[in-house]
């Protein structure tokens, strides 16, 4: 079992839907994060969360960590092809601490 | 843009053979880690080190071994290449103070 979920696993829409992706767990963190990864390469920091009920916006996306600091969610407005990707969350479950990683979703915006 | 390297980028060779799959970086952070990534899945850590002559086994069991005698520098070797070896592998770092990390490209092994 894994600490962090994330749900979907994969998500196939359209350019200009919107998608949402979370990542839930049973235990406290006391920061979240949220990486994309394009193939071939390593996950690129999108944002981190350490408030919570904190939310983020970057452009089109926006993060919201939840209030006991157990799950997250991220939201894409108007979905463009180039958002197509593995988006992955991970927890610190102290500061400074290693990171756990979800098992990703996979995400493909069609034009 | 995080300055962390990895080589090689590829990689296929045969069974039995000894690899050393390097990475460097040069923000002088002091944590650095590997991870096991098969396409498109999650990432497992398989080994950190959170200073010179620190070196930690993480959650995904390996028969890979790390070294970590400078601070810009994390190799990991694996002694004698299986096929079930075959994956990327991922290198990351992060400063002291911070859980943020930043991933190298990977290096993609095939072992035949």
């Known amino acids: 079992t894994q600490l962090l979920e994330q749900s979907p696993q994969f998500l196939s829409i359209q350019e200009g839907e919107n998608l949402t992706v979370y990542c839930n767990s049973s235990?406290?963190?006391?920061?979240l994060q949220w990486y994309r990864q394009e193939p071939g390469e390593g996950p690129v920091l999108l944002v981190t969360v350490v408030t919570g009920g904190e939310v983020k916006k970057l452009k089109r996306l926006t993060f919201q960590f939840g209030d006991a600091r157990k799950d997250s969610s991220l939201h894409i407005t108007a979905a463009q092809p180039g958002d197509t990707g593995l988006y992955l969350c991970?927890?610190?479950?102290?500061?400074?601490?290693?990171?756990?990683f979800g098992g990703g979703t996979r995400v493909l915006v069609k034009p | 843009e995080a300055d962390i390297y990895q080589t090689p980028r590829y990689l296929v060779i045969g069974t039995g053979k000894k690899i050393t799959l390097e990475c460097s970086q040069t923000?002088?952070?002091?944590?650095m880690y590997w991870y096991q990534q098969d396409p498109g899945m999650e990432l497992h850590l398989i080994h950190y080190?959170?200073?010179?002559?620190?070196?930690e086994k993480g959650d995904l069991s390996s028969e890979s071994t790390v070294s970590r005698i400078r601070t810009e520098h994390f190799p990991l070797t694996l002694e004698s290449a299986r096929p079930s070896h075959t994956s990327q592998y991922l290198c990351?770092?992060?400063?002291?103070?911070?859980?943020?990390?930043?991933f190298g490209p990977g290096t993609r092994l095939l072992v035949l």
């Open positions: 080190s959170y200073g010179v002559n620190s070196t």
């Open positions: 923000m002088g952070h002091d944590k």
């Open positions: 235990s406290v963190f006391s920061s």
């Open positions: 991970a927890g610190a479950q102290a500061a400074g601490n290693k990171l756990t």
């Open positions: 990351a770092s992060s400063p002291r103070w911070t859980e943020t990390q930043y």
